[in-house]
């Protein structure tokens, strides 16, 4: 065969190898920039022995909970780090966190955040949290470089009127009490507004978890799911499953229990209880204040629908009122609908509900079970629902003034000449 042959052979090889490279997935585009500073924590905080630079732990002031850096359990590289708790006396939440500021380019794009994470002994919750909020005072901190309070202080703004509100929120909960390493996934869209990223990694219970090789992205958005009518947006409302759907709103106060139930359910087999058990020498609580549980519903489509939250409850010797609640997350800040019917003292179980109209702007729905505490007595939550039932009756927009109307007749001849 000729030269010529193999030439032309050689040529249209190379362009099909081309064109599948050309084809493969991803390669049309440049991966996506990690977010993250010092993601795999290898890097060491100036100063400090074992620090990671870019991260931070919350802070409770228990003698029981420890964090750390491990050399010795690593998904990659040098280091991971740690947090580990052996004490439920007070009910809080231990992680590890990065705070980010973000602005007009995250908006519209969805937020995906991946982590590696290994349990030890957990007993209780492991988790991995992603939340996108509107807060102008953890921005100005980050801008300033100075703590958030102190930033509060320049800006003027007291706490009672902080206009923080979270326009995104997604948590994997992992209940396993002992994992090889396993990568966790969240994604989230991020709405107009958000200034700010938090990315957490944690327990709320005992034992220890371990952190390695986290990364965020910014993403093309994945469609949001319909808002059909009739189906229940909650997952596990009949709280028969692992209650991994869940939050728990738990204040850090002594002797607040939430257990299942067995024996007193609604119908099933379980049913929530919360009590709360006055534990000797421990504080008193400072005040009252929401205990409960909820879920987050994250669906730009349901703005303009009206929802229904519903539940059966029951109460014995409650001092305090059980009750639901909805709230409404949007680009112009919260809504909330007044209160379902309230129960106290001893009331056997009894259905209520609450209907919200959703603003058009609406990012987030969040339903609430709930009671004032702490309280001496029980609450009892079974059978929840979040229904949409149909399009939202929003207030009529106010009518211009007639000098208003007026100047935008001026102002429109005026464009006319």
Known sequence: MSRLFFSRVARAVAGLAALALLAAPGAARAASKNLLINPDFEERLPGHPWMPAGWDTSVSGLPTTFFGSDTFVTKSGRFSVN???????????????????????AWGKDLKLTVWTRSNGVEGRAYVLLQAYRDTISKMAHVWKIP???????LGINKVDDPLVDLGWKREIFIDHETEWVQRELRLYCPPG??????????????????????????????????????NLLADGDFEGDWT???????????ILLERDSVDAHQGKNCVRFSHVA???????????????????????LGGKKVRLSAWMRTDSLRTSAYLKLFAHGLYGDVQGIASHQITETRPWTATSQELDLPPDTYQVWAWC????????????DDVSLEV??????????????????QA?????????
């Open 409 to 417: 007749g001026k102002r429109s001849d005026a464009q006319r000449n």
């Open 370 to 381: 709930q009671f004032d505490g702490p309280s001496p007595g029980r609450v009892y939550f």
């Open 194 to 231: 958000v200034n700010m990223v938090y990315v957490r990694a944690g327990v709320l219970g005992t034992g220890q978890l371990i952190i390695d090789d986290a990364s965020l992205t910014l993403e093309n958005p994945l469609p949001a799911p319909p808002a059909k009518q009739g189906v």
């Open 148 to 154: 958030r309070d102190e930033a509060a202080t320049r």
């Open 389 to 406: 039932v149909g399009n939202a009756t929003l207030p009529p927009k106010p009518k211009p003034s007639k000098s208003a109307a007026k």
């Open 279 to 301: 534990l000797p020498n421990s504080p008193k609580a400072p005040t009252l204040t929401r205990i409960g549980i909820c879920q987050v519903v994250s669906n730009r489509n």
């Open 83 to 105: 947090v580990a708790n052996v004490s439920t006396l007070l009910p809080m939440a231990h992680n590890w966190s990065q705070s980010m500021q973000v602005g007009r380019e």
């Open 245 to 255: 759907a869940w939050e728990y709103g738990l204040p850090p106060y002594a002797g």
